[in-house]
């Protein structure tokens, strides 16, 4: 508790002065936190131990009512932020420590035990002052140690990401800014994946602890780092303007922020569920000291809001992680909102100033320039490749049988006939139930010899070979005449003479030594059957309706039954041949194109379609089965009455 | 093409009214002074725009003929519109407008949206219903009214398209479950509704994007 008030205190008087700053000074601390650690490696037991011991007893003594086991922890956890800032601190100016003594007494510790927190972990309990706690330590620090191996290859990953960045860093401080959020993350995760000593659930509440403390002496960390910052700008003389700008081209979005904060949270899930080593401290105090260092942090990184998000997942500390995470959402919120009012600021300022105005001015002209000529051609680049796709899509649809079937309206042909035969059969059923006995055998024995006229003979095809096209308007007009119903197949003929009229000519193309598009071709023969489907359905339909409609019909269900069948057949039949006719048609196009083929694909839809449009002409006609059904018990009912009316 | 919407209309009232003309005038924006005896139904389509989206209209004009009235009644279920069609220079069509009426209340969905048209405005001087009684006969009854000419296309727009809005109003409320197809209302394939106007459109987005970078 007492180490993190003093770490926000330190915070906040750094953090008055450069609010902005203190966002790239945890950057810096981490970046430094990265080099110490290589350096610290050689170092390592000897001073870590020796630099624990000093902190501890520092913060002891800043922290007097603070139990003995969280200092550690945060030590352990800082160490990696922090450790290194210290020795920037020291090598750069030492004013900065005179500032914020706390933080940089903290953080030199922590710079020791950055690398082997179990290491920094065993001295700092040695040394803390209950010796209870300095056996329970003890205790946890051998399953942590075992632990370390196993998590060992991780933290070389670490590492290996780390690496790289203090060398991004050094190039220029926009990008050690964009740099430092993702920085504080992964230092928050390894800070906090050093301490886990064991992955047992018993570890899992010192883990917590350690985490705040982490993140407290995190907190003052970036205090220091801010106080560096300011003092480092105005020594190497550059102007706050400079400073505005970088931090407006140079911070990352949110977006990013939050990136990194989903790869932290998974991060620190992992290590939550180590838990490292823990003293007999009650989570109570771990968490209410969680929630005020969280608060630090959120002022320090708001890139952390989100990372905290899955320490609810353990349970026990949930209440507690909700409001922590509340905590962090509303601080970082706010400092979002100040950042941007400050950012804001600093453009109002710059632009006040008559020669950056004018620079401005010069380069956006500049920028213009180059612009138009560039924004036109990719508006007309983009135009162009929509036109494009548009087309394509275009195409695309013209050669689907789904959407052309549509678009002739066989869908909805097909859903009224729908309609009717469901109502039909309805109908049907509930005659059948009322009536019994005699009654029923004599209209079910009818109803079954229609049913019986509905079936379809397969053997057709080989003769529809040798039938001549033209002959399918005369037979489907005679058809139709036989049921006796008025209706000639105008729509139905006519489809089928403008696809005969297309092939004749392609046809005649294509003897003539003309090239043909066979992608052209496929499409007409999809169109050809799709139209003739939806027109073969409509004439089901319109039959179904007329059929209903004649009560007093001179042909017999039974004969329409068969009729119609007949109708069905041809239409099947018809469709057969055209497919056939188109395919070999499109046959032709594709050897005397390039690459023959390529086209075979199309000759296969066809063919594909072709027997789809066959299925869908002889669903629709099994749909008519109702219908003459019902056309049957309206007859037989007519016959009664007309008898009753006799007698 | 693709629809963000499909709404089911049906066309009903007397024979000779003008409903096949209406749909015709409609879909293919002509008009046909001689017509066929419409047999059972038919169908028209189109696409219309509504709050930014596509919305495809399938239309089911039925016959008009007393004969056929068994059989259109079947088609009235699943309907999210109708238009009840009379003729102002025929009285005897306004008159059958309360049995047309109550025949669509009964075999369609309570929601389903009813626009009241009389037709032919273009025959002013043969004008037997006037135009107070349509409104008069619409409110009575929560219709919505217009007065349109097939011929001179006049209101024929307005009349599909306020029916259409009528219902997107309605499934905005949620008073239509558009998961239920017994409504009229199917959902189109989730495609972008940008085939319309990609060229321009296009261009047009481009140059914006090139000015707010500037």
Redesign the interface.
């Known amino acids: 508790m007492s180490s993190s008030e003093a770490e926000e205190e330190g915070f906040e008087s750094a953090g008055e002065d450069v609010e902005e700053k203190t966002k790239h000074s945890p950057k810096k601390n981490k970046q430094t936190a990265e080099k110490e650690k290589d350096e610290a490696a050689s170092n390592e037991s000897t001073e870590k131990s020796q630099t624990a011991e000093e902190v501890k007893t520092e913060k002891e003594e800043s922290q007097k009512d603070t139990e003995e086991v969280e200092p550690k922890k945060e030590e352990s956890q800082n160490n990696t932020d922090k450790a290194e800032p210290k020795k920037e601190e020291d090598a750069v100016t030492k004013e900065e420590e005179e500032d914020a003594v706390q933080s940089t007494e903290a953080t030199p510790t922590e710079g020791a035990n950055v690398k082997d927190d179990e290491v920094a972990e065993p001295k700092a309990s040695a040394k803390s002052t209950d010796e209870d706690s300095k056996e329970e330590v003890k205790e946890e620090k051998e399953p942590g140690k075992e632990e370390d191996k196993v998590e060992e290859p991780p933290k070389d990953g670490e590492d290996m990401e780390r690496k790289p960045i203090p060398l991004r860093k050094r190039p220029g401080k926009e990008e050690e800014e964009k740099e430092e959020k993702i920085h504080s993350a992964l230092d928050k995760l390894a800070g906090e994946e050093k301490p886990s000593g064991g992955w047992g659930w018993g570890g899992w509440g010192s883990s917590f602890g350690s985490s705040l403390m982490s993140t407290a002496s995190a907190v003052g960390q970036s205090f220091v780092s801010v106080v560096e910052d300011v003092e480092s700008s105005i020594g190497s003389g550059l102007t706050t303007v400079v400073h505005g700008v970088e931090s407006s081209l140079g911070i990352p979005p949110p977006e990013e922020m939050s990136k990194d904060e989903a790869e932290t949270a998974k991060e620190d899930k992992s290590k939550e569920e180590k838990g490292p080593e823990e003293k007999g401290e009650s989570d109570e105090t771990k968490e209410t000291k969680e929630e005020k260092e969280e608060g630090a942090e959120g002022e320090a990184s708001p890139q952390q809001t989100s990372g905290g998000g899955l320490w609810g997942a353990l349970g026990v500390s949930m209440v507690a992680n909700v409001v922590q995470n509340t905590t962090k959402k509303v601080v970082s919120g706010t400092l979002d909102s100040l950042e941007y009012v400050g950012k804001k600021t600093m453009d109002v300022l710059a632009e006040g100033d008559p020669g950056y105005k004018k620079t401005k001015h010069i380069i956006?002209v500049a920028?213009?320039k180059s612009?138009?000529s560039?924004?036109?051609r990719?508006?007309?680049e983009?135009?162009e490749?929509?036109?494009k796709?548009?087309e394509e899509?275009e195409a695309h649809?013209k050669a689907n049988f789904g959407i052309m079937f549509d678009e002739f309206?066989g869908l909805?042909?097909l859903e009224?006939l729908e309609?009717?035969s469901n109502?039909s059969e309805g109908k049907v059923q509930a005659v059948l139930s009322a009536l019994s006995g005699e009654e029923q055998e004599e209209l079910k024995a009818e109803l079954i010899q229609v049913k019986e006229a509905f079936k379809l003979e397969d053997v057709v095809e080989e003769e529809a070979e040798a039938q001549e096209v033209q002959e399918f308007a005369k037979t489907v007009t005679e058809l139709l005449f036989e049921l006796h119903i008025g209706?000639t197949p105008d729509k139905l003929n006519k489809a089928q003479t403008d696809a005969l009229e297309y092939l004749t000519q392609s046809e005649k193309d294509l003897e003539e030594g003309e090239t043909k598009d066979p992608q052209d071709l496929h499409t007409a023969a999809i169109q050809m059957l799709a139209e003739l489907t939806a027109k073969s359905i409509h004439q089901f339909?319109?039959a179904a309706?007329?059929i209903?409609?004649q009560k007093d019909p001179e042909k017999t269900p039974l004969e329409r039954a068969q009729t119609l069948t007949k109708l069905t057949s041809a239409l099947c039949e018809e469709v057969s041949v055209l497919s056939n006719k188109y395919c070999v048609c499109l046959n032709t196009a594709a050897s005397k194109a390039e690459k023959p083929d390529d086209f075979s694909h199309l000759i296969t839809n066809v063919y594909l379609e072709a027997s789809n449009s066959a299925s869908y002409i002889q669903d629709a006609f099994q749909l008519l089965l109702p219908i003459i059904q019902e056309s049957c018990i309206q007859t037989k009912n007519l016959a009664l009455s007309a008898f009753q009316k006799h007698l | 093409m693709s629809y963000a919407y499909l709404f089911k209309y049906i066309i009903i009232g007397d024979t000779g009214v003008g409903k096949s003309c209406l749909l015709l005038q409609f879909t293919d924006k002509r008009f046909q002074p001689v017509h066929d005896l419409t047999i059972g139904v038919e169908f028209g389509a189109r696409m219309i725009t509504i709050d930014g989206k596509q919305i495809k209209l399938q239309i089911w004009d039925t016959a008009g003929q007393e004969s056929f009235r068994s059989i259109t009644r079947s088609y009235y279920r699943g309907a999210a519109g109708a238009l009840l069609v009379y003729d102002i220079t025929r009285r005897d069509t306004f008159n059958h407008l309360t049995t047309w009426l109550e025949d669509a209340r009964q075999h369609s969905n309570s929601n389903m949206v009813i626009m009241l048209i009389g037709n032919k405005s273009d025959l002013e001087s043969r004008r037997e219903v006037k135009k107070e009684e349509g409104e008069a006969f619409a409110r009575e009854h929560g219709l919505i009214f217009m007065e349109t000419s097939a011929k001179t296309a006049a209101n024929v727009e307005e009349a599909f398209i306020n029916t259409a809005k009528e219902i997107y109003e309605k499934i905005q409320e949620g008073v239509f479950d558009i998961n239920n197809e017994a409504n009229g209302i199917k959902i189109g394939p989730q495609h972008s509704p940008s085939n319309p106007a990609l060229g321009g459109g296009g261009g047009a987005g481009g140059s914006q994007a090139g000015g707010g970078c500037c």
């Open positions: 956006e920028g213009q612009h138009l560039q924004v036109l990719e508006a007309k983009e135009a490749q929509r036109a796709e548009a899509e649809r309206q909805a042909h009224a309609m009717l109502q209706m339909l319109k309706e007329l209903l409609m």
